[in-house]
């Protein structure tokens, strides 16, 4: 079985600022990866997923992550953040002979003019 | 567009009492989810169904039951045997391809909010 861990359950961040939000995961088989964002009182949307191939994943509003196996880690990071994109982010993980994706417990980002 | 509805956006419920929520989707998924979402766990899985006449526990199953009559719906009973039931459900769909170009990627429905009275 998976897990997930995101470092961080609180992020203030400036406006025009970096963010970056840390996911690690322990698994003992290979695994897909996504970040999703929720909105207050929405579903979850689908930021970046990581499947294989390039370890460097780009996804939607300027997020990108990076998959480093060595360190099972997944971070999500934006070079310069909006005020739009106070939301909470979640990691998830799913092993790649399973249908069951596994959570961390999230990552509230709020930024501040 | 295709998508999920889930209903009702809020309920309120007494103690004791049974309530469902509807999940429909139109997306022509066969896999369909039920998370639970409270403040600081994530979500966390209820129920899943990767076809028709077909579903799995998850995690937190109990005092939970589901039903799988069409491939379009997937409705939640919480019952009165769940001890905690104030949360918020999210239901989710994705197709049943496990292949890295399609690797189920799951589309969530907006949510329902529970509390118990």
């Known amino acids: 079985a998976q897990s997930v861990t995101q470092l961080d359950s609180q992020v203030p961040v400036f406006e025009e600022a970096p963010v970056e939000l840390r996911c690690n995961y322990s698994?003992?088989?290979?695994?897909?990866l996504f970040w999703y964002v929720q909105y207050p009182n929405q579903g979850l949307q689908l930021l970046l997923k990581?499947?294989?191939?390039?370890?460097l994943v780009k996804g939607i509003n300027g997020f990108e992550a990076e998959f480093n196996k060595s360190q099972t880690s997944f971070h999500l990071r934006k070079p310069s953040v909006h005020i739009s994109d106070t939301a909470e982010y979640f990691c998830?993980?799913?092993?790649?002979?399973?249908?069951?994706?596994?959570f961390g417990a999230g990552t509230t980002v709020t930024v501040r003019a | 567009d295709g998508g999920i509805t889930q209903s009702p956006k809020y309920l309120f419920r007494k103690e004791g009492q049974n309530v469902t929520l509807s999940c429909e989707q139109n997306?022509?998924?066969?896999?369909m989810y039920w998370y639970r979402q409270d403040p600081g766990q994530g979500l966390r899985l209820i129920y899943y169904?990767?076809?028709?006449?077909?579903?799995q526990k998850g995690d937190i199953a109990e005092g939970y039951s589901v039903s799988r009559e069409k491939k379009e719906s997937f409705p939640l009973t919480v019952t009165s045997a769940q001890k905690n039931p104030t949360a918020f459900y999210l239901c989710?769909?994705?197709?049943?391809?496990?292949?890295?170009?399609?690797?189920?990627?799951?589309?969530f429905g907006a949510g329902s909010r529970l509390t118990v009275l």
């Open positions: 989710a769909s994705s197709t049943r391809d496990r292949h890295p170009s399609g690797a189920n990627v799951l589309t």
């Open positions: 698994s003992s088989v290979s695994v897909y």
């Open positions: 990581y499947l294989s191939g390039s370890t």
């Open positions: 998830a993980v799913r092993d790649t002979n399973d249908y069951k994706l596994s």
């Open positions: 997306l022509n998924h066969d896999a």
């Open positions: 169904s990767q076809i028709v006449n077909d579903f």
